[in-house]
């Protein structure tokens, strides 16, 4: 992950075009998707994606809202997301004491 990325709290996986799947964890990997990869078809939404991607990278857009314009414009280009689900940071609990038999 480059250092001026913006992660998202929760990561977009797409289901590509020819049936493969990608996980995206922020806006620098989105905004290279889009410029990049991107299907033929660029519409409304992909447009807006690059912008607040960039917006996010820039500082001057919250990261919620290219995580939002991402997923809009994969929706629109006929590239659905799919549910991911939570990851828990794992919790750390003290040890409990053994019981003791007693005989």
């Excluded at 977009?12 to 799947?21: A, D, H, P, Y």
């Excluded at 919250?62 to 991911?84: H, K, N, T």
Aim: charge should be positive; glycine fraction near 8%; proline fraction near 9%.
């Amino acid at each position: 992950m480059p250092q001026n990325d913006v992660p998202w709290t929760r990561p977009v996986r797409i289901r590509l075009q020819c049936g493969l799947e990608r996980t995206f964890t922020g806006a620098y990997g989105a905004l290279d998707f889009l410029e990049n990869e991107w299907p033929l078809r660029h519409g409304e939404r992909h447009e807006r994606a690059v912008k607040t991607c960039r917006g996010a990278l820039n500082g001057t857009t919250a990261g919620i809202i290219a995580r939002e314009a991402f997923v809009a414009a994969c929706l629109e280009a006929g590239m659905p997301s799919v549910l991911v689900p939570w990851q828990r940071k794992p919790t750390a609990h003290p040890a409990r004491p053994g019981r003791l038999a007693i005989i």
